[in-house]
């Protein structure tokens, strides 16, 4: 059985500063044998990362669009940001990749109109997504985004997952999936769908040190 955290930053993301050493180490103390590594606009820290990890380690990216962050699971080549949602799913789908919905209700980093009644810009995307994130440790809890995510998950027979969002090597574990092994992007689907949610709610002290990385690589570029 694998104890998965779905959504995890590195130092390549530009707001963390979390070296690849330090995921690792934290992993291991956690029991977390399984993770998604989903920096901003790029796959080399999960490329670099799986040469070392004594662990599953997905190679994942999250894509900033016009309507917010679209997550690919399972890529080879890395994405550009900037591009619209469309073609971010359109290029995932290229490399037979999963979609992923992170954090969809945020109030804060969701998709755009998703809280507008009816959200039926989230309900034009659905047929194109594979997998929701209902639970977030870093959301802000304004407004239940993850009841949100998981009720919109079920109405429209998608997949559900969970993750820390961590971008400092303390929130590792906050929020993972347990499920079965798996070998390939069909065998993790099954897997996913027989998986278990797990965690909780970040003290929201935990985007201090983003927003400061975040500033001091615009500071120091």
Same mark, same amino acid.
């Given at each position: ?21 330090? =995921?690792?180490?934290?992993?291991? *103390? ?5 993770? #998604? ?13 799986? *040469? ?14 016009? %309507? ?14 900037? =591009?619209?949602? *469309? ?10 990749? %999963?979609?992923? %919905?992170?954090?969809?209700?945020? /109030? ?5 109109? #998703? ?7 989230? *309900? ?41 969002? #961590? ?9 993972? &999936?347990?499920?079965?092994?798996? /070998?390939? &992007? ?5 897997? %996913? ?23 001091? /690589? /615009?500071?120091?570029?």
């Amino acid at each position: 059985m694998l104890k998965a955290d779905l959504h995890i930053h590195t130092e390549y993301s530009f707001d963390s500063a979390m070296s690849l050493e330090s =995921i690792i180490q934290r992993c291991l *103390k956690a029991g977390i044998n399984c993770v #998604a590594i989903a920096d901003h606009g790029t796959i080399e820290g999960a490329l670099e990362l799986k *040469k070392n990890a004594p662990f599953e380690v997905i190679i994942a990216e999250e894509i900033l669009t016009p %309507l917010g962050e679209i997550m690919g699971l399972f890529l080879t080549e890395q994405i550009p940001s900037g =591009i619209s949602a *469309k073609e971010a799913i359109t290029r995932i789908r290229a490399q037979k990749g %999963l979609v992923c %919905l992170p954090h969809p209700f945020d /109030r804060f980093r969701g998709i755009k109109g #998703a809280n507008n009644n009816g959200h039926q810009v989230l *309900k034009g995307l659905a047929p194109d997504i594979d997998i929701v994130e209902v639970l977030n440790s870093r959301v802000f809890p304004l407004g239940n985004p993850d009841k949100k995510a998981r009720l919109f998950a079920e109405e429209h027979g998608l997949l559900c997952s969970a993750g820390s969002d #961590a971008h400092t090597s303390r929130e590792i574990g906050h929020a993972y &999936v347990e499920l079965p092994e798996f /070998r390939s &992007v069909e065998e993790f689907r099954t897997s %996913l769908a027989r998986g278990h949610i797990f965690g909780h709610h970040a003290c929201p002290t935990v985007h201090i040190p983003t927003t400061w990385e975040a500033l001091r /690589r /615009r500071l120091f570029k």
